[in-house]
């Protein structure tokens, strides 16, 4: 890879919210950007503003419940690029039937596992062998505070009274891979590590964060244009490290 030639990032979940904004970002910064949609008209239609703006951002059929799409998406990308130099892990759900642990809907619980860990633990297996062609590979996995057993664990924590059994655990096991990922890729040159975004109004929370998607993409873009001094295996959101 030349220096002049555009570093290319892939943003799961990135036709809305705090993805959308990942993209724009990671855009701005001169990166060529690739939108990934489980829906794709959904994507081009997100594409389309950004191109609007001036961005230059392609589409790809991401669905983190579909390997075929995971498969095909890494084929896409090689063909069109060879490489993959930024993945961001954005795509991540809710379930209004998740709860505390003793009153949680099992299904609930399955289904935000199946998207928060085992498919975006698949979508990173399907682009590492892109990423290891990189000179400076980075995989931002966004993962929330509410995964962090020590700030579950503090009973005076604001996250202390979100017990959402599922989706707190499924980020808490997203931030094992990451630490577990960092250390493996270490000799590679990936950094890997997980962005806390903040509480930012988005559809998963029915708009009542108290952020905007401009302040809950920071961490992830920091983090995706980290340096080759920057850190790998660490827990970050806006304001600097997160405890685990
Ligand atoms: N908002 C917050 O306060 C907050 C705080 C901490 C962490 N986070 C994390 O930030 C990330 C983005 O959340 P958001 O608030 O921007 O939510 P959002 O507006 O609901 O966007 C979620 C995105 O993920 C996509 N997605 C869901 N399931 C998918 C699947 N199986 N395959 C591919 N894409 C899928 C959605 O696609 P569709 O449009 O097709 O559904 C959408 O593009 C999530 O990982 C979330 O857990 C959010």
Same mark, same amino acid.
């Given at each position: 890879?030349?220096?002049?030639a555009?570093r290319i990032a892939l943003v799961?979940g990135a036709?809305?919210?705090i993805?959308?904004e990942i993209a724009?970002q990671?855009a701005?910064s001169?990166?060529r950007?690739?939108?990934g949609?489980?829906?794709?008209?959904?994507?081009e239609?997100?594409?389309?503003?950004?191109k609007d703006?001036?961005?230059?951002v392609?589409v790809?059929?991401l /669905?983190?419940?579909?390997?075929?799409?995971?498969r095909a998406?890494?084929e896409s990308?090689h063909?069109a690029?060879?490489r993959?130099?930024?993945?961001?892990?954005n795509?991540g759900?809710? /379930?209004?039937a /998740?709860?505390?642990p003793?009153?949680?809907?099992?299904t609930?619980?399955?289904?935000i596992?199946?998207t928060?860990?085992?498919?975006?633990?698949?979508?990173?297996?399907?682009?590492?062998?892109?990423?290891?062609k990189?000179s400076a590979g980075?995989i931002?996995?966004v993962?929330?505070?509410l995964?962090s057993?020590?700030?579950?664990?503090d009973?005076n924590?604001?996250?202390?009274?979100?017990?959402?059994?599922?989706?707190?655990?499924?980020?808490?096991?997203?931030?094992?891979?990451?630490?577990q990922?960092?250390?493996e890729l270490a000799?590679?040159g990936i950094?890997?590590?997980?962005?806390d975004?903040?509480?930012?109004?988005?559809?998963?929370?029915g708009?009542?964060?108290t952020?905007?998607v401009?302040?809950?993409a920071?961490a992830?873009?920091?983090l995706a244009l980290?340096?080759?001094?920057?850190?790998?295996?660490g827990f970050?959101?806006a304001?600097?490290?997160?405890?685990?």
């Amino acid at each position: 890879m030349t220096s002049s030639a555009p570093r290319i990032a892939l943003v799961t979940g990135a036709n809305k919210g705090i993805g959308l904004e990942i993209a724009r970002q990671l855009a701005r910064s001169g990166l060529r950007v690739l939108l990934g949609a489980r829906q794709v008209a959904l994507g081009e239609a997100a594409a389309l503003l950004l191109k609007d703006e001036g961005l230059e951002v392609g589409v790809v059929h991401l /669905d983190l419940g579909r390997a075929d799409t995971l498969r095909a998406a890494a084929e896409s990308i090689h063909r069109a690029h060879g490489r993959l130099d930024v993945l961001v892990n954005n795509a991540g759900i809710t /379930d209004p039937a /998740d709860g505390p642990p003793t009153q949680a809907s099992m299904t609930a619980v399955r289904r935000i596992f199946d998207t928060n860990f085992f498919g975006t633990f698949e979508a990173t297996q399907a682009m590492l062998p892109l990423l290891r062609k990189s000179s400076a590979g980075r995989i931002v996995n966004v993962s929330s505070g509410l995964g962090s057993i020590a700030l579950n664990a503090d009973p005076n924590s604001l996250f202390a009274s979100y017990r959402l059994a599922g989706y707190n655990t499924s980020k808490t096991a997203l931030n094992m891979l990451t630490v577990q990922l960092a250390a493996e890729l270490a000799d590679a040159g990936i950094k890997v590590n997980a962005a806390d975004p903040g509480y930012t109004a988005t559809d998963l929370n029915g708009h009542r964060g108290t952020q905007t998607v401009a302040e809950g993409a920071v961490a992830a873009v920091r983090l995706a244009l980290l340096p080759d001094d920057g850190p790998s295996g660490g827990f970050f959101n806006a304001a600097g490290p997160q405890p685990w």
